[in-house]
């Protein structure tokens, strides 16, 4: 079992982000768009320098996009 602080804590900060992020938007607040994109940052970079996991980089650019698009269009009407 390796230990889990193998990444400094930095994948555990990430995921609080990720959890808060969701809280907030459960809550319908914007600013959890920001978040769940902070988070997503630190996902890709985890991902490509420490993780050696191309998938998970490219799944959070992703998700990176949609919560810049969520952001953009919260007050937008249909």
Do not use: C, E, P
Request: aromatic content about 20%; charged content about 5%.
């Amino acid at each position: 079992m390796s230990s889990i602080f193998a990444h400094y804590g930095v994948d555990w900060f990430a995921m609080a982000l990720s959890l808060y992020a969701a809280y907030l938007l459960g809550n319908k607040q914007k600013l959890g768009f920001i978040v769940f994109a902070a988070s997503n940052i630190i996902w890709i970079v985890l991902g490509i320098f420490f993780m050696s996991s191309m998938g998970m980089a490219l799944g959070n650019f992703a998700f990176f996009l949609i919560n810049v698009r969520g952001f953009i269009s919260w007050n937008k009407t249909s």
